[in-house]
T-cell receptor, first 115, second 110 residues
């Protein structure tokens, strides 16, 4: 596709359930970022991939959160035992630059609601 | 004190007015980004600057590295420009992390 695609666009789940959010970056972009944005707040960094490896996962809030990018393209953010506080919009961005952030291209986000 | 500060926090203007949003930062940067976010929408990158000035349509972004200041201008503003405008910087210490400003909420009235 022409842009960064995120699915699902909306996800409603119950507390304690497992959730997967998918990001399909722009073809050829080696850098991929996950951010979380709560209502009225700025984006919060979660994890950065360069190729297949997680170059920095320091923003993941706890061990319930995990992300993979096995083939250096599509990435999946996985949240175990969801809590109400996990409700937010999860944003994915990709960039073509390997060093220094190039122009970032964001997806529309996945809105997660944990009941 | 935040490392990236934007002003104003909120701005309401009439259609057609010239808009200026300011961003000041206190760290050494390798790049500065201006981004746009519509209510309930995703984030769109408007500009990435490391020096000088860039123009795209009715949008102009400038940066003064010595003064650590950038401005985003909108000429002939239109209600569809209503959005949150965010300034973010990449520091020299990190080649990928962004430090985000708090955003400026712009409302253009018809």
């Amino acid at each position: 596709g022409a842009g960064v695609s995120q699915t699902p666009s909306n996800k409603v789940t119950e507390k304690g359930k497992y959730v997967e959010l998918r990001c399909d970056p722009i073809s050829g972009h080696t850098a991929l970022y996950w951010y979380r944005q709560s209502l009225g707040q700025g984006p919060e960094f979660l994890i950065y991939f360069q190729g297949t490896g997680a170059a920095d996962d320091s923003g993941l809030p706890n061990d319930r959160f995990f992300a993979v990018r096995p083939e250096g393209s599509v990435s999946t953010l996985k949240i175990q035992r969801t809590e109400r506080g996990d409700s937010a919009v999860y944003l994915c961005a990709s960039s073509s630059r390997q060093e220094n952030t190039g122009e970032l291209f964001f997806g529309e986000g996945s809105r997660l609601t944990v009941l | 004190k935040n490392e990236v500060e934007q002003s104003p926090q909120n701005l309401t203007a009439q259609e057609g007015e010239f808009i200026t949003i300011n961003c000041s930062y206190s760290v050494g940067i390798s790049a500065l980004h201006w981004l746009q976010q519509h209510p309930g929408g995703g984030i769109v990158s408007l500009f990435m600057l490391s020096s000088g000035k860039k123009k795209h349509g009715r949008l102009i972004a400038t940066i003064n590295i010595q003064e650590k200041h950038s401005s985003l201008h909108i000429t002939a503003s239109h209600p569809r420009d209503s959005a949150v405008y965010i300034c973010a910087v990449t520091t020299m210490d990190s080649n990928y992390q962004l430090i985000w400003g708090a955003g400026t909420k712009l409302i253009i009235k018809p």
